[in-house]
T-cell receptor
């Protein structure tokens, strides 16, 4: 498809387990973002990748959170030792490049930690 | 630090009414972008509009219009003759221009419900 895709769409996990969330950006887009959206809240920036530059990790809430982007395309957000407060919708967005500002969002992954 | 405030948490209107969604922002930057996104019940955010801080001309697109007032740091969004399909959460966002990230700060959103 032409848009940003994310998988899984829903994930239920037990407290303490690790989870991996995947994002496939729009082909050719060099910039990729991860956001977290808690119930009834706005989007909280987590991490940003731009080309081969070092990622901006300033939004990651703790060292349990990490992300990587392989080959400048697919990205994986990993949450280790999940906590109940990690329950949220995790959104991925991509944009064409450093000088573009329109972000295209994926449908999100709804994470529930029980 | 940047901040975007959408004071209206929820708005409910009847179809065909006009509705305005408020957005007030704070930034130390003199140049920046402002955005509105729509998040329908399906969950996927959809880009609606981007505005440069140095262009205060208001914009109209069909039933949508945007009023940018730099003097009051506001970027309000009006839907004319609302329809049920307009029901969604609407987010206002602010993005720096002179950074490498173009990182956006989002408001908490306004949930609009349009009743038939």
């Amino acid at each position: 498809g032409a848009g940003v895709s994310q998988s899984p769409s829903n994930k239920v996990t037990e407290k303490g387990k690790d989870v991996e969330l995947r994002c496939d950006p729009i082909s050719g887009h060099t910039a990729l973002y991860w956001y977290r959206q808690s119930l009834g809240q706005g989007l909280e920036f987590l991490i940003y990748f731009q080309g081969n530059s070092a990622p901006d990790k300033s939004g990651l809430p703790s060292d349990r959170f990490s992300a990587e982007r392989t080959g400048g395309s697919v990205s994986t957000l990993t949450i280790q030792r999940t906590q109940q407060e990690d329950s949220a919708v995790y959104l991925c967005a991509s944009k064409a490049g450093r000088r573009s500002y329109e972000q295209y969002f994926g449908p999100g992954t709804r994470l529930t930690v029980t | 630090a940047q901040k975007v405030t959408q004071a209206q948490t929820e708005i409910s209107v009847v179809e065909k009414e006009d509705v305005t969604l408020d957005c007030v922002y704070e930034t130390r930057d003199t140049t920046y972008y402002l955005f509105w996104y729509k998040q329908p019940p399906s969950g996927e955010l959809v880009f609606l509009i981007r505005r440069n801080s140095f262009d205060e001309q208001n914009e109209i697109s069909g039933r949508y219009s945007w009023n940018f007032q730099k003097s009051t740091s506001s970027f309000n969004f009006t839907i004319t003759a609302s329809q049920v399909v307009d029901s969604a959460v609407y987010f206002c966002a602010l993005s720096e221009i002179n950074t490498n990230a173009g990182k956006s700060t989002f408001g908490d959103g306004t949930t609009l419900t349009v009743k038939p």
